[in-house]
């Protein structure tokens, strides 16, 4: 199964996945707009790829087949619990949407030297137009119907931690470009500069947290320099995050940032605050896998929910284990442990900048509503396939360089 076919020639599946490219910052506003079924659309394309033959194995592959049966597992024997179709439903196509989109990235990848560059142009020309949507919001400008939620903006990406989470990767991203290519630091640090306010305008801790974490990639593989730059960035954050109790602090942000931080301090919504909540959740969650820590409440929403309706528990491990049981628990970690080393062989091979973005995004995990989401996983995914890609070019490289000269 290592490579299905050798043709080289455009097909539906490339034009397919060059429109997730563009759709993934706003995929949630897509869901809501249209049909819960826009979830599926990476792993639709997934299975063309597969149908049409046009995949190639990435390194680890039986990983994540090991991974897999994990979740397959948990879906069933947790739907005991709930809905037996429905939870193995959500693990099935968690399952295949990794499975099959790792295959088929892995073949329009090595395939197609332009893939991953317009891939990513894409990807940023989508997110600039949603930002964009924000600053419009932040100033009382409804754009396309969507207004400040919350007091919190979120542009086109429909909820501020889509958002905050997205123009952390944009940022991470620009980062490691800009070291690459110092002729393009003008534009590029532009767009650094606009992502990292959308984020403060998001009013997403978890977005900051996430991108303290990608940062401290960079500082042991940069120069005195670079070191100067990322440091800077990760003064400017934490000194955001670790002053917002003070009000003369808050008195320099926009109202809306000033009302976010508020309830996350537990000053407004009567002292409780958005922190407390997740303490709650954790606890509920807790309190439930100490009775039976092998069979969760069920993969599947109809039993998600913890303290309040549609509250979930923020943070993937925990919810995985509360919903899914041990199994999905061990999925999860097995699944983590892959992509990070996946990250750590990226910033071997010099691309700290995808590097980075893996581990933001597990960092995003531990705070956050992440679970099966495919526009959460879907940058991990693509990440861990550009680390088997850069690594069979090195080896490629190396076997070049070392065989002997003919006679």
């Known amino acids: 199964m290592d490579k299905f076919s ?13 429109l997730v490219a563009f759709t993934l910052p706003f995929q949630q506003l897509l869901y809501v707009i249209f049909s819960q079924n826009v979830r599926y659309f990476p ?10 033959g046009r995949v190639y194995r990435v390194n680890g592959f039986g990983i994540l ?5 994990l979740i397959l597992a948990a879906g069933f024997i947790s739907g005991s619990n709930s809905n037996v179709p429905s939870s193995t439903l959500v693990a099935t196509s968690f399952v295949g949407f990794v499975l099959f989109t790792s295959l088929s990235l892995s073949f329009q990848i090595r395939h197609f030297r332009w893939f991953t560059k317009t891939m990513l142009v894409l990807f940023l020309v989508a997110h600039t137009l949603s930002i964009g949507v924000a600053f419009a919001q932040a100033v009382g400008i409804d754009a396309f119907g969507l207004s400040q939620r919350g007091g919190r903006v979120n542009g086109l990406a429909y909820h501020p931690n889509v958002l905050g989470i997205i123009s952390v990767l944009v940022v ?10 110092r002729g393009s630091i003008v534009w ?15 009013g997403s801790l978890s977005s900051l947290l996430a991108l303290l974490a990608g940062l401290a990639i960079f500082l042991n593989k940069l120069g005195v320099w670079e070191r100067f730059i990322v440091l800077f960035y990760s003064f400017v954050a934490l000194l955001f995050v670790f002053s917002i109790g003070t009000k003369p602090f808050l008195r320099l942000l926009p109202d809306f940032t000033q009302e976010r931080m508020r309830v996350v301090l537990g000053e407004q919504s009567g002292g409780v605050a958005s922190a407390e909540i997740r303490f709650q959740t954790y606890n509920h969650a807790l309190s439930y896998i100490s009775r039976d820590p092998v069979v969760g409440v069920g993969m599947d929403s109809m039993n998600q929910s913890t303290v309040a309706l549609d509250l979930v528990v923020h943070n993937y491990l925990l919810r995985g284990w509360y919903q899914g049981g041990f199994l999905l628990f061990v999925g999860f970690l097995v699944l983590t442990i892959y992509y990070l080393w996946q990250a750590q062989r990226l910033a071997r091979f010099g691309h700290l900048e995808f590097s980075s973005i893996i581990v933001a995004l597990f960092a995003f995990a531990l705070t956050s509503a992440f679970y099966t989401q495919s526009n959460y996983w879907l940058p991990i995914i693509f990440c861990g396939v550009l680390a088997s890609s850069f690594e069979d070019r090195f080896k490629s490289t190396v076997n070049q360089v070392t065989a002997p000269i003919a006679e």
């Open 172 to 181: 991470l991203f620009l980062t490691g470009f800009i070291f690459k290519n």
């Open 6 to 18: 050798q043709t080289k020639r455009v097909s539906i599946d490339t034009v397919l996945w060059l």
């Open 188 to 202: 590029a640090g532009f767009l650094i500069l606009a992502n990292l306010y959308a984020i403060v305008l998001s």
């Open 65 to 69: 087949i090991g991974a897999s049966f």
């Open 43 to 52: 792993l639709l394309v997934g299975i063309i790829g597969v149908l049409l």
